[in-house]
């Protein structure tokens, strides 16, 4: 061979275990039909093929004997549909796709979001826009994610790092879908879906329990004694709505993108009434409980890089260098998009210089500036192709210096 390659053994000591090699959208799968046994739900894809996002219900399509139904529907909103109407009748249900589908699923989402139901948007991410680029990898879909609906329609971001991590981030997202009954963007992309690494199987035992209580019966006593059921009644720590499976005896609904009136559910245009809704689905999201953000600073550094998604393998690397060099920098990685850590702008205001590596023109780096009034500093690329460790080692070296 012309050019040689020597893996030197691991320096970091791993978990024991049983280990596998597996790619990101292999891990995604089996993360979903983990999810659907952990909540003991039937799970649900409706989805229509796009690259990079077909692997996914390939995988999935093998599975019916853990109770996995796949439906490949003629287009993306009949797949996003499908997959929320199985929702409606007490499914885990998903919807995968690329960032031209989340375009054509976004009224859905929307409605998702006003049905208050919990629903899985996985959205491997390729260069755009349009049909852009199928077979490159970007991060330019975090905007759409946030905002790319209709009105005030909130949703929570979870975004997986590595190929392994896809499958604890597909349990994440599940678990906030199920708690809150609410639809969640689950943000990959082509350099994870396609990525491999070594995964340690989990045991039984580690996995989250995510077990749901559908309602039952009424909920509510009107003025007159009546016993009745209000789908909109919400648990006061979750702020999340009672799952109602059609056909249960005395939980008849009504059902529909209209704004709904508070607790009763019933179609309301009282001005009031929107202004509750609309902040009580924010208030939901705002409140959803995520871990804080950890911070990798061994040497109390003064520059700390940021970053989301699969930016996790290159910025560690382009880290492990600066300090190997000498140099000090700090690093953190956001899962959580939405909401954001609740202790980040704590964080970001413990650091003279703040660099954000995105392969997009600055998404990332456009919330932070708005929400923490940070000027965190961006460092871009959208070729469709991943960062490289000595690239942004040279960029991060800069940030130090200035």
């Known amino acids: 061979f012309a050019v040689s390659y020597e893996v030197a053994p691991a320096t970091t000591t791993f978990p024991t275990g049983t280990y596998r090699n597996i790619s990101g959208n292999l891990a995604l799968a089996y993360g979903l039909i983990a999810a659907s046994r952990q909540a003991d739900l039937p799970l649900f894809l409706g989805s229509y093929p796009i690259t990079p996002a077909s692997d996914i219900l390939h995988e999935l399509s093998k599975h019916k004997n853990f109770g996995v139904r796949t439906f490949q529907a003629e287009d993306e909103i009949a797949g996003i549909g499908a997959a ?12 995968t796709t690329s960032g031209p589908g989340v375009a054509l699923k976004s009224e859905t989402i929307g409605l998702a979001v006003s049905l208050e139901l919990p629903l899985l948007v996985v959205d491997i991410q390729r260069g755009g826009p349009s049909t852009g680029l199928p077979t490159k990898t970007e991060q330019a879909d975090l905007l759409q994610a946030m905002y790319g609906r209709n009105g005030e329609a909130p949703v929570p971001v979870v975004a997986p790092r590595t190929p392994a991590d896809c499958f604890d981030a597909a349990l994440e997202a599940a678990r906030i879908a199920l708690a809150y009954r609410t639809p969640v963007f689950l943000l990959s992309d082509g350099y994870l879906a396609n990525g491999s690494e070594p995964w340690r199987i989990p045991e039984l035992e580690e996995l989250p329990d995510l077990t749901v209580q559908f309602a039952q019966g009424p909920n509510h006593t009107t003025a007159d004694g009546a016993e009745v059921f209000w789908p909109y009644k919400r648990d006061p720590h979750t702020l999340a709505r009672p799952w109602a499976i059609p056909g249960t005896p005395g939980l008849e609904h009504r059902i529909g993108g209209i704004e709904k009136q508070d607790g009763t559910g019933n179609i309301s245009y009282d001005p009031a009434n929107h202004d ?22 061994p040497d109390g550094a003064r520059t ?64 932070i500036r708005a929400k923490y009034l940070v000027d965190a500093r961006s460092y871009n690329q959208v070729n469709g192709m991943p960062f490289k460790a000595e690239q942004l080692a040279a960029a991060l070296k800069e940030a130090i210096d200035d």
């Open 304 to 367: 700390l890089v940021l970053g989301w998604g699969s930016t996790y393998g290159p910025i560690t690397a382009a880290v492990r260098r600066i300090r190997k060099e000498g140099g000090r920098i700090a690093q953190a990685h956001l899962r959580h998009l939405n909401p954001f850590p609740r202790n980040l702008g704590e964080v970001l205001r413990g650091y003279d210089t703040v660099v954000i590596p995105e392969m997009n023109l600055g998404q990332l780096a456009t919330l």
């Open 84 to 95: 929320l109407g199985a929702a409606f009748g007490g499914s885990l249900a998903v919807t």
């Open 276 to 297: 509750f809704m609309v902040r009580t689905r924010q208030a939901k999201i705002d409140g959803i409980d995520v871990p804080d953000l950890e911070i990798d600073d």
